[in-house]
């Protein structure tokens, strides 16, 4: 059943938006370039970029667009989403054999709906493939654990290894860090501990060792130092460029969000406990807390706190934050908001009904939201400031969706959100209700509100104009000249352009196409000009903005000095 209901709500929707962020078309078009060069080491885009991170999650998408005739956004974003299905169903049989079945159920639901990995589950990144491996091999050093700690856990190295070569060695270091601390608050041995798992972690590493030789004997020093600036200066806070540097609070912000829709209800929960009676029983076992000790917690309790707590406080440390990267904390802290939602079933559960009815309501909301919009005539006039346009375009787009599957999404979500008020007691029907909302938001609103975004449209009229055949294309971005590291690329439009946009700046051509946003060509025509080039504009993108400027097309031709 979870399978089941894992995989109708997130396959069928990984291929209906267009790429409308940089990072989703970086990692996709590295894909491309392993097919189209038959490098599978360290490919190279066209403007001469390689990747940023190790290629397992890269050959995953490889793979499957090889089989599918071709990378395309469904093709690159079915590696995440296996990593999704296949980490709920790790969880559900992790929780479910050592508590028990509903335990492991909920558990595996709870996780399964926060936002933050719906979300990057129907993404091309490598974060949610990252999660996986990094999970499983916690999972399995504690199941190792279990054991008596007896010969070597060759599952968890692998995934270990896997993680590396998905992002990095963070990828066996945290597993083995998480499971450090618990054998010593287990009182294993230090010596033992640490030499154990060094050893586990130095056998991760061979694999991924063999990949990091070869591409070094490829990529020389330049590889080397942009493995060490990502892997090393990322974690020491010594990048020769800003990267997603935040406070160290940052997380305490992002985890409520990213726990979406269940931190409401552990808000709600907040306001219903008695407080009075828990400091009852407090004092009544303040007097043991003496001899209470770390040895006698229960054990899956303890390790699934110091996942959360460890893997938490370790992303806090260096500057670079991205609300991704502590999602390896959310399997084992969806364990102790699931045992939550069973206490409040059973003690609180109008709390869940009330939850769950105002839910209902918003859902349905929602869903009547998109029946009035084809009746109503949307006016550009209505739409104001800086993102007018990006604005008209979203709700233009509302407008025009509604395919017979949009419907037949949509009546689903509907009839699920309407049985909830005829079954709205346990938290069961809570995720119904949840899943239904995420049905809407997936096959109704997500495609025509994110594709307004996205420059596929774009990228369509330059390839018209400009087609393979009839010239080289190239791009000039100021901040991609100017960044002391981690340049700004056209990545989107070089994608749906099947990786022909060259590098104007480096490159300087001697004729060919140009495309470039207004304000850079106003700061840098006339040193263009200084060198010999001439301009002729052919196309301009109007109201769409690429990085904030409006894209124009030129011709191009550079004279030489004797020519006037």
């Not at 490829?218 to 010594?238: A, H, I, K, S, W």
């Not at 726990?259 to 400091?279: E, M, N």
């Not at 008020?421 to 069961?428: A, E, F, H, I, Y």
Request: hydrophobic share 50%; glycine share 8%.
């Amino acid at each position: 059943m979870l399978l089941v209901v894992c995989v109708l709500t997130v396959v069928p929707f990984l291929g209906l938006c267009d790429y409308n962020t940089k990072g989703e078309p970086r990692e996709s078009i590295v894909s491309y370039t392993m097919i189209e060069s038959g490098n599978w080491i360290l490919p190279r885009n066209s403007v001469g970029e390689m990747a940023y991170k190790p290629p397992f999650f890269h050959w995953c998408v490889a793979a499957v667009s090889a089989v599918c005739g071709g990378v395309t956004e469904f093709t690159s974003r079915v590696p995440s989403a296996v990593a999704y299905v296949v980490l709920t169903i790790a969880v559900f049989f992790f929780y479910q054999r050592r508590r028990d079945t509903m335990t492991g159920f909920v558990t595996a639901l709870v996780t399964f709906t926060a936002w933050e990995l719906h979300r990057q589950g129907s993404n091309c990144r490598v974060d949610m493939v990252l999660t996986l491996f990094t999970v499983a091999a916690m999972m399995l050093l504690y199941r190792w654990w279990e054991r008596g700690m007896k010969g070597i856990p060759w599952w968890a190295i692998l995934m270990m290894s896997l993680g590396t070569l998905t992002k990095g060695p963070v990828g066996a270091l945290i597993p083995c860090l998480v499971t450090g601390v618990f054998l010593l608050c287990r009182r294993v041995n230090f010596f033992r501990a640490f030499f154990s798992l060094l050893a586990f972690g130095l056998l991760s590493l061979v694999l991924p060792a063999l990949w990091y030789y070869a591409a070094w004997k490829q990529g020389g020093q330049e590889f080397l130092d942009l493995m060490l600036e990502e892997n090393v200066g990322r974690m020491t806070q010594t990048m020769s460029y800003e990267s997603c540097v935040h406070p160290w609070h940052y997380y305490f912000k992002t985890l409520p969000a990213g726990w979406l829709p269940w931190t409401a209800v552990l808000v709600v929960l907040l306001f219903v406990v008695d407080w009075k009676g828990l400091r009852g029983k407090w004092n009544g076992v303040k007097g043991t807390w003496r001899q209470w000790s770390l040895s006698k917690c229960d054990s899956l309790e303890l390790f699934s706190w110091l996942a959360v707590v460890v893997v938490f406080v370790f992303y806090c440390i260096p500057q670079s934050k991205r609300s991704v990267y502590i999602m390896p904390i959310y399997p084992f802290l969806g364990y102790f908001i699931a045992r939550v939602l069973l206490w409040a079933e059973q003690r609180h559960h109008r709390v869940l009904s009330g939850f769950g009815a105002f839910l209902s309501v918003v859902g349905l909301l929602l869903a009547s939201v998109f029946v009035v919009l084809k009746f109503i005539p949307v006016s550009a006039d209505w739409f104001h400031g800086k993102h007018a346009y990006e604005n008209l375009s979203m709700v233009l787009g509302l407008q025009q969706a509604g395919q017979w599957w949009q419907w037949a999404m949509w009546l689903v979500g509907v009839v699920v959100l309407i049985w909830w008020w005829r079954s709205r007691r346990g938290v069961l029907p809570l995720m119904a209700l949840i899943l239904a909302i995420y049905l809407h938001v997936d096959a109704v609103y997500k495609p025509p509100v994110l594709n307004a975004k996205s420059v596929k449209d774009v990228a369509a009229l330059i390839d018209e104009k400009v087609p393979a055949d009839k010239g080289s294309l190239y791009e000039f971005i100021e901040a991609g000249v100017t960044s002391a590291g981690d340049p700004v690329h056209y990545f989107e439009l070089n994608f749906y352009l099947h990786d022909r946009v060259g590098d104007f700046y480096h490159e300087k051509p001697q004729s060919g196409y140009l495309m470039i946003g207004d304000e850079d060509l106003h700061n840098w025509q006339q040193k263009f000009e200084q060198e010999g080039y001439r301009f002729t504009p052919m196309w301009n993108s109007g109201e769409k903005r690429m990085m904030k400027q409006q894209l124009q097309l030129l011709s191009f031709e550079k004279l030489s000095p004797g020519n006037p």
